[in-house]
């Protein structure tokens, strides 16, 4: 952790309200902090008042909206992956273009972390003082002091968590750094240390989350740290930890807690909440097993609309709030308004003026998606007709759709010869797609795959009873996220549940369930090193990750062979101001022609 970068970061934060811009957040104090030491303000000065504390708990949102932050959370959790290959101009970044071929070094700039260790103080820093402010200020009631800190630890958690999952071994610390005289150096804690921590934190102030917030303030209920965003991380640390009966318990409170949500939009009549395959106002769910997922408008012909609800506009955002759970909201039209820009998927994925940006599909995607049979990410049994084949990539211009095309129309009406029709891209430097981080269709496989490790191996007639009804739920949940993507309107072909009947068949249509499901959403890569850390061995990563692999593919399989190279080196810049890091062992000492490490 750079302690000079940290201090420079921590000195932008400034009074504000929730309501104000987020590009705003930072000037109103810009002339105190000119004039006064910035230790004196923070602690004599600012922190009197609950507005006070509103602005900064902004500024932590802000700080996880910046280009940075996204930039990594896409490349950590997408780049190494299957799913993505050198898209347009990418050579104009080098570090880019080395990690999608693996040649990953610790002076590689994306190993950089400081971003998320900014917002993880900010939020450490309003937790620390938001308890004096409760006591100066008598408009700041305990319950309302409470959320804001199950709110922080909510947002911290997060940050901690994309940080163990990419680099594993970590420093974590809960302590406020304002004093520019505190001392910033420590060892990487180990990944298992926090992730216990992390359980515990979430654990000890879901209560005090906010469950929900006014129907007047709708984008709040997914753009902030919720009862159920908590829900949500602790339903994927305890599958990371392989705790599956908690697993199995958070997603449930999730998907109970959706299904309450969309029940009221059905009432209210503002939802597209439809599941029969005909859209009959009276059928509630048919095709989706239950589950409330929002519903693709079908009909004989044209097959669409889930993409403008929940990666396109605004305009749907009580619909989209049915199945989102966390994100990161950026506004429609930020020219002019002063809000950000999702600059990170503009430069990364694509824009009006560019079909590709710097990541494109993969030829191994893009030649599944081109293929009649033989699919091994694309179910053959959904032939054309599975929506997800147009939703993420365009396969004519060989690019990503999915937060970069507003929306998508499905013609079916020959289903042998199946076309899409995309809507305008997101102008370019502009881009006002929120970035998802949770929503219901992820928890959902979560679940199944929490109840895929229950199952049993073997094919005796006990282990074969065990199994069957624990098989049973996990498919259903499988099949209805599948089907919900299958544009028929009476559905003839999807997965057919006899062929899943052994655990390592029920883990690889999970797995790949996830893939088509999520792809380009920043997962791919964490479910595949989730895979290696329960397994063991790197053999279904490697795999994967050799799919796309053109040259050079024994010297990138003898690398990530080993255990500690599906993980992220430290940069060499953060071991030079940390003697206590301890560089990775895949990537060397962290030695380089200027730096000698000796630890």
Known sequence: MKQHTFFKQLKGMAIATL??????LFAACSDFLE???RNEIIL????????DVDGIVAGCYSALQSDPCVRRMIIWGEARSDNMAPGLNSDRDANLLNLLNENITASNAYTTWVDFYNVINRCNTVIKYAPQVAADDPGYTDSELQATIAEMVGLRSLCYFYLIRTFRDVPYSTVAYTDDDQ????PASRFEDVLDSLINDLEGVKNLAVKRYPTTTP???T???????IYAMLCEMYLWKQDYARCIEYADLIIESKKKMAE?????????ILAGGGGSSNETYTRTNGYPLINELVTTNYYGRLMDILFGYDDYVTQANQEIIFQLVFNDDPRGSSMMANTAVGILYGHSNADRGFLAPSDYILDDISKTSGRTVFDDKNKLLDSRL??????????ICKFVNRGVTIDVSTPTKVAAAYSSKWVEGYNGSNWIIYRLTDIMLMKAEALAQTLREGSDQETIDFNAPILERTFSIVNAVNKRAVCQVNLADTLVASDYVTKAQMEQLILRERQRELMFEGKRWYDLVRTARRNGNTQVLSQAALQKVTTGGALIANKLSKMDAIYWPYNIDEMKVNNLLVQNPAFGSGENDSYEKTK
């Open 219 to 221: 984008s709040y209920q």
């Open 44 to 51: 004599e000065k600012f922190w009197t008042e609950k507005a």
């Open 35 to 37: 004039i006064e030491p």
């Open 183 to 186: 001392e910033m150096v420590l």
């Open 390 to 399: 147009y939703e993420n990539c365009n396969l004519a211009s060989k690019s």
């Open 264 to 272: 009221e939009i059905r009432e209210s009549g503002s939802g597209r």
């Open 19 to 24: 309501a104000v811009p987020a590009a705003m």
């Open 223 to 229: 753009g902030r740290i919720t009862q159920d965003a």
